[in-house]
């Protein structure tokens, strides 16, 4: 399972790092970014948690 941010859509809001900081962090741009190549196993819950409540829908986990 991977996970994907749309730097574009995204706007910063920080949620999805609290949500799932194993996989997102906030970057020097301002925007969200993917930490890992693979979501862990352990993390697919969350990182999906992120997907859904992503206020703007820039994330997409697959
Ligand atoms: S939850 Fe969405 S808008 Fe907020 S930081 Fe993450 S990707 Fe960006």
Same mark, same amino acid.
Do not use: W
């Given at each position: 399972?991977?996970? #994907?941010?749309?730097?574009?859509? %995204?706007?910063?809001?920080?949620? %999805?790092?609290?949500?799932?900081? +194993?996989? #997102?962090?906030?970057? +020097?741009?301002?925007? !969200?970014?993917? *930490?890992?190549?693979?979501?862990?196993?352990?993390?697919?819950?969350? !990182?999906?948690? !992120?997907?859904?409540?992503?206020?703007?829908? !820039? *994330?997409?986990?697959?």
């Amino acid at each position: 399972m991977k996970a #994907f941010v749309d730097k574009d859509t %995204c706007i910063g809001c920080g949620l %999805c790092p609290s949500i799932s900081p +194993e996989v #997102f962090d906030m970057q +020097e741009d301002g925007k !969200a970014g993917v *930490i890992v190549d693979e979501v862990p196993a352990g993390s697919e819950d969350s !990182a999906k948690e !992120a997907e859904e409540n992503c206020p703007v829908n !820039a *994330i997409k986990v697959e």
